[in-house]
């Protein structure tokens, strides 16, 4: 490992934009972070696949630490993973070996720390419903602590780990089944199922219907391929709204779903049918697939995607995001919360 100075962030980021890092150490395992974060005494930014962050043009000050890969082994029906490890290549050792709990939320773009740090979730299932114990390093006491799940508290994209102390997740152990934990219920994904003649009763076929689910979103991404599109995936986190302002927004549904299976689709994906798509106040708030503010544009498949389409900055980026946050305020009296995380500082208009 070795310390840089002044290196650009942009290829340590999904968006692909942001200024630079003041030092940068990149890490491949756990090993290697808790070395750099035991020797650290300024100022710590940690980041996984950069898939969930917009970094500020003006860069980040003091270390910033990239952690990328690391260990996932199994232990009977437990799968124990380093922070740095690719969450999706975790799901695909559990479907080797025919253990259910986390298929639903294949494809995900994340870190394992970043999952556990974000409760990510998907098609009716969440990272808290299968982790059982989180590895911490504690930058107070400098050492490294390991607490079960119920330490903190979860909803719906929320550990409250996000609310302090100043810890590092390290690695984390997920408690899995060999049976099915749930149905698959989603409506999209129950379309698809169909459409390809696969069983959503079978662990293997559930992951096929999921992945497709996700390429016909555009939510696809490779974390060694320049080929993706440069957005952090769903900019927003899904609203809670009264249920009539909720039938409201969801009326500007494209896909042709009734009311019933939306707000069952609302139900599934974010605990409650009150928890609207924040793609449908986007479409309820005026805003269209593919439109455009200079270098950035809501992508084409997915509203809710804000897309660096080469040259923008993150600035311009947080910029949109901000016209988009005001629309649904003044015109629906909706709050858009970001689910990005913006780092570093950023002008306000």
């Not at 994209?157 to 899995?176: C, E, H, K, M, W």
């Not at 005001?326 to 009296?333: M, P, R, S, T």
Request: hydrophobic share 40%; proline share 2%; with cysteine.
């Amino acid at each position: 490992m070795q310390i840089q100075t002044n290196v650009s962030l942009k290829d340590y980021s999904s968006f692909h934009s942001g200024g630079a890092a003041q030092k940068l150490v990149v890490c491949k395992n756990t090993e290697e972070l808790l070395a750099v974060l035991t020797e650290a005494d300024e100022n710590i930014t940690t980041l996984g696949f950069g898939t969930n962050v917009l970094i500020s043009d003006e860069g980040l000050p003091g270390l910033t630490i990239v952690c990328r890969g690391g260990k996932i082994e199994l232990e009977e029906d437990m799968i124990i993973a380093d922070a740095g490890a690719w969450w999706d290549d975790l799901v695909i050792l559990a479907l080797q070996n025919n253990l259910w709990g986390i298929e639903l939320m294949s494809g995900i773009p994340s870190s394992v720390g970043g999952a556990v740090m974000g409760n990510i979730a998907a098609y009716g299932q969440q990272v808290r419903d299968t982790l059982e114990w989180i590895e911490l390093y504690d930058h107070t006491t400098q050492s490294t602590k390991r607490v079960t799940a119920d330490t903190y508290k979860y909803s719906y994209r929320y550990n409250s780990l996000q609310d302090g102390p100043d810890v590092v997740i390290t690695r984390a152990a997920f408690s899995l089944s060999a049976r099915a934990t749930q149905k698959l219920e989603y409506g999209s994904a129950l379309r698809i199922a169909q459409e390809l003649s696969l069983n959503t009763d079978l662990l293997s076929d559930r992951r096929q219907i999921i992945i497709r689910a996700r390429e016909q979103a555009g939510s696809l991404y490779d974390p060694e391929s320049r080929d993706n599109s440069y957005t952090a995936g769903s900019f927003f986190k899904n609203p809670v709204v009264p249920l009539e302002t909720a039938k409201k927004v969801i009326a500007f549904d494209e896909t042709g779903k009734s009311e019933q299976q939306l707000l069952k689709q609302n139900q599934i994906h974010g605990g409650s049918n009150h928890r609207v798509s924040a793609a449908h106040v986007l479409l309820a708030a005026g805003f269209e697939r593919g439109q455009t503010w200079g270098g950035v544009r809501l992508h084409p498949e997915h509203i809710l995607k804000i897309e660096n389409t080469g040259d923008a900055s993150s600035q311009e980026i947080y910029d949109v995001a901000q016209t988009l946050i005001k629309a649904a305020e003044e015109k629906l009296g909706i709050t858009l919360e970001p689910e990005v995380k913006f780092l570093g500082s950023f002008k306000q208009s």
